[in-house]
């Protein structure tokens, strides 16, 4: 259940440009067949235990791994607000990243729904791609020097909780309000809190990090997590824009630097 499996094309990942996201990993576990030593298991990881050179992982299926070195990468799960719509319309038209989507919608009416300080950053940043900018302070307190830096740039804010997001099919028609206004928009961008997807870190006592939508995992340069022999790549373990090409990135860093440990 990968993380982008509700939107219908994936941007941004050299040569797969533009593919359904399953496409692109069906594709990547035919690849690996070619390799020998590769085996896939269809199951969830349960649990893992053990100590560098002598881990265990136990499956969803109950069998039991062996492996002397851990890659974590299971992502990170998006956590739908109880908004009537918003999960109908998560990954068509409510979407998180402007370097996924933006192209796709530039020059269209956007909304962006307030999270936290780092939402007066993106508004900026969204001006790259339109002139027609909504914010919606979904009942944050915006305080007033952003509010006129906002003004200044002619993007205007809408106080009130978001109370429903009307769609036909996912594709947003308005963002209704608890002040009774609705605004016309036609892409909504918000950034939901998200949280890891299993809890295998917690249960190995690993050391996470906060960022303003979860919590990821910490890890050093060579993607080590705390643990001696676990390591970690992915959404799970990326604090600043997650991609599949940040994702994949740190898959080969990863590999890599645990397999070098292994050397003698
Ligand atoms: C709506 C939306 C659109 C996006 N569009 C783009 C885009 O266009 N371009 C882009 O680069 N990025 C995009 N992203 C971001 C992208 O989805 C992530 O950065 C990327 O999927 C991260 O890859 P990952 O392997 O870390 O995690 P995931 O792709 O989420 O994969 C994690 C995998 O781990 C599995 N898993 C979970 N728990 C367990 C367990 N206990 N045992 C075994 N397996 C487990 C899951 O089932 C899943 O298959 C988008 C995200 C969203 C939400």
Known sequence: ??????????????????????????????????????????????????????????????ESLGARRVILSYGVADQMPDVPGFAESWGTSVVPCPYCDGFEVAGQHWGLVWSGPQSHNQARLFQHWTDKLTVFADGHDIPPDIQADLASRNIPFVDGRIVEIAHRKGHITAVNLDTRRNIAVDVLFAHPRSKPSASLHESLGLATVDTPTGIVLKVDERRQTGMPGIYAAGDLATPFLPSVTQASSQGAMAGIFAQQSMVV
């Open 1 to 62: 259940m990968p993380r982008n499996r509700f939107a219908g094309h994936s941007h941004g990942l050299l040569g797969h440009d533009h593919k359904p996201p399953l496409d692109i990993l069906a594709e990547a576990r035919q690849q690996l067949a070619r390799y020998p030593a590769i085996k896939l298991v269809s199951a969830r990881a349960d649990s893992v235990s053990g100590a560098i050179d002598d881990f265990s992982v136990l499956t969803g299926d109950g």
